[in-house]
């Protein structure tokens, strides 16, 4: 009974479950997939489907802004800075609740701005796309319509979609889960049965917007229940200068983001141009493995990101040394663990299962495993550092990408073939970033990188 509960309570149980229905959705729905849409509509669905995952980027890194300073708010923080900490606080401090109210009402009016930019540029983006080819589909109007819904659906998950990092930094990380949770649960069981009765291509976009739908009202709910009070009217002037200080920062982790999300794509085009679909299929295959084990691993230190700024704002160096080495050491023990046994077990699996289809051999996908290892290494320790409000790796970071579509391009050139694609992000990490940010880290902790992680015990 405790061992339920405990469950139940559990952040990163919820976040795992989240991680399991997003990632697992497509696999899981592919059987109806394939027999409900003809070749055609399957076509459209995937192209519906890439033009969504693109929604979360265009919050431009705001969220992440967010969540930090209303954690900081949560420590008791008297105001904000572009930049760096204001003096900390007492270790007792009670929430400055007038400070999260002006950040709600920042996010609120950031959002809404971001929304109609979205809505601008996807509706002209994506309609292009569609028009391109929805000749071929059996019925065109009900690809507009398709696309019709997704483009609202996305909209939707840009203009609310702060609700949930906001909930995440008044330290609810296992409410955020949940809400997550019950919005992809709802869009994969709503999704199954629509196209079961035979709603063909709008099945996935209107489960999509009731799944945001019903993510928001989840956030905004247990938002304003921890908030408690009515919402008091606050200045115009204080919400633009609150929005103000969070953009710097902001635009920097988005500048991030968004880099290694084009680096990732242009790696996969990168295959497709040098040596074919079936080729891009197979280093595709094993960059997902990567990725979903290095997402399911960052969920330990990613339940605890409001604690980290908390800490950071209390100057708790003491406290963020006992955190950073529990957590950073459970992320890549578990990375370790999932990455290696896709390793050992994606190639025959995948040989029983499906012949046709193949990973990288063995050897190269351990390549891929330990740029998996050492990018969640950098992440976790480049959490810390924004938890700071600091972000001193935005420019080396995306260099680095750069840098390894340029390497990939000259070994994929060579007798590597494709295997240079998998082994350039490694030999570009490990020339700086892999380990200097980790130095900087510790250093910021009053402590070495050695004596944080591997003494007996936490100094």
């Not at 204080?238 to 084009?262: E, K, M």
């Amino acid at each position: 009974m405790q061992l339920t509960r405990r469950a139940r309570d559990s952040a990163v149980l919820w976040s795992w479950g989240m991680n399991v229905l997003r990632v697992g959705a497509t696999l899981l729905l592919l059987p109806l997939l394939l027999r409900r849409l003809d070749p055609a509509e399957l076509g459209m669905h995937y192209l519906l489907t890439g033009i969504m995952v693109l929604a979360p980027l265009l919050d431009f890194g705001f969220g992440n802004a967010i969540w930090r300073a209303v954690a900081h708010a949560q420590a008791g923080g008297r105001e904000l800075n572009a930049e760096g900490l204001e003096d900390p606080p007492a270790a007792e401090s009670i929430p400055n609740t007038s400070l999260q109210w002006q950040l709600l009402q920042a996010a609120r009016q950031t959002y809404a701005r971001l929304a109609w930019s979205a809505a601008a540029l996807l509706a002209v983006g994506g309609s292009a796309v569609v028009a391109y080819r929805v000749a071929e589909l059996p019925a065109p109007h009900l690809a507009w319509v398709a696309w019709a819904i997704t483009w609202v659906a996305a909209v939707a998950e840009v203009r609310a979609g702060w609700w949930g990092v906001f909930l995440l930094g008044l330290n609810r990380p296992r409410d955020f889960a949940r809400a997550n949770f019950a919005g992809y649960a709802v869009r994969l069981a709503l999704g199954a049965a629509l196209l079961w009765v035979g709603a063909g291509l709008l099945a996935l976009p209107v489960a999509a917007l009731v799944g945001v739908g019903l993510q928001r009202w989840l956030a905004r709910r247990e938002c304003l229940h921890q908030l408690a009070g009515a919402e008091p009217l606050v200045d115009l002037g204080v919400v633009r200068t609150v929005a103000a200080r969070l953009w710097p920062n902001a635009r920097r982790v988005g500048v991030v983001a968004l880099s290694s999300f084009l680096g990732t794509q242009s790696l996969l085009l990168i295959s497709l141009a040098g040596f074919g679909l079936a080729a891009t299929a197979q280093f595709g295959l094993s960059l997902q493995l990567m990725s979903v084990s290095q997402s399911m691993a960052a969920v330990w230190l990613q339940v605890k990101w409001p604690e980290l700024a908390r800490r950071q704002s209390q100057r708790d160096l003491a406290g963020l040394r006992v955190l950073m080495r529990g957590r950073v050491w459970l992320a890549l023990g578990t990375c370790a663990a999932l990455a290696g046994g896709a390793v050992l077990l994606a190639p025959p699996l995948l040989a029983w299962l499906a012949p046709d289809k193949a990973v990288l051999p063995p050897g190269w996908l351990a390549v891929m495993a330990m740029t998996a290892l050492l990018d969640l290494h950098l992440s976790c320790w480049g959490a810390l550092l924004f938890a700071g409000n600091q972000v001193p790796y935005q420019w080396p970071v995306v260099f680095g990408n750069f840098a390894t579509l340029a390497l990939a391009a000259v070994l994929a050139a060579s007798a590597l073939g494709l295997m240079g694609l998998a082994l350039a992000p490694l030999l570009v990490g490990l020339a700086y970033n892999h380990w200097h940010w980790p130095r900087v880290g510790a250093a910021r902790l009053g402590t070495t990188w050695t004596k944080l992680m591997c003494s007996r015990r936490v100094a």
